[in-house]
């Protein structure tokens, strides 16, 4: 089963190394990773997307919780969520399918950021399923150039804040 799990962390070096390896001592892969610092610069939130079981995901996540340089550790997947992923995408469209194109980009509500006669690139944020029919679907109008993706975050839905916690 897919987890985001959230990370509020001290903003040093190391902090995630340290986190992430305790995935990795664990044989877990990260499917992604984000981070970031908050509005406070020694916080930085991290955000991982990981798969497995509900119970093995809890321990992992008390453990992370444990280290000295998390601040809290939680699985926003175990309640309702907000969740966004950025796609940045280059393509070389062929001039026949440029219409087309222009008009997926505008039912998807996604941003032109160049129109280049040469290359076309396309901003895009999503959820990650939604980004994935994204890209599938622009292979079939040109050859795919660069395909950039931030890595899901999520923020939980009501009063729940990982900074409250």
């Given at each position: 089963?897919?987890?985001?799990?959230?990370?509020?962390?001290?903003?040093?070096?190391?902090?995630?190394?340290?986190?992430?390896?305790?995935?990795?001592?664990?044989?877990?892969n990260?499917?992604?990773?984000?981070?970031?610092?908050?509005?406070?610069?020694?916080?930085?939130?991290?955000?991982?997307?990981?798969?497995?079981?509900?119970?093995?995901?809890?321990?992992?996540?008390?453990?992370?919780?444990?280290?000295?340089?998390?601040?809290?550790?939680?699985?926003?997947?175990?309640?309702?969520?907000?969740?966004?992923?950025?796609?940045?995408?280059?393509?070389?469209?062929?001039?026949d399918?440029?219409?087309?194109v222009?008009?997926?980009?505008?039912?998807?509500?996604?941003?032109?950021l160049?129109?280049?006669?040469?290359?076309?690139?396309?901003?895009?944020?999503?959820?990650?399923?939604?980004?994935?029919?994204?890209?599938?679907?622009?292979?079939?109008?040109?050859?795919?150039?660069?395909?950039?993706?931030s890595?899901?975050?999520a923020?939980?839905?009501?009063?729940?804040?990982?900074?409250?916690?």
């Amino acid at each position: 089963m897919r987890h985001i799990i959230s990370i509020q962390l001290q903003n040093e070096a190391g902090a995630l190394t340290r986190v992430a390896s305790l995935f990795a001592r664990r044989g877990y892969n990260i499917d992604s990773l984000t981070v970031a610092p908050t509005d406070d610069p020694k916080v930085s939130r991290m955000t991982m997307v990981t798969q497995g079981s509900d119970q093995i995901i809890e321990q992992i996540t008390k453990q992370a919780d444990k280290l000295i340089d998390v601040i809290h550790a939680i699985n926003i997947t175990t309640g309702e969520h907000i969740e966004r992923e950025l796609l940045i995408l280059k393509a070389a469209i062929e001039a026949d399918y440029m219409s087309k194109v222009e008009e997926l980009v505008e039912r998807v509500g996604a941003r032109v950021l160049d129109s280049d006669p040469r290359f076309f690139v396309v901003e895009y944020s999503d959820t990650s399923p939604k980004l994935d029919d994204f890209v599938l679907n622009m292979k079939k109008f040109g050859a795919l150039k660069t395909v950039v993706r931030s890595g899901a975050m999520a923020v939980a839905r009501g009063d729940l804040s990982l900074a409250e916690i």
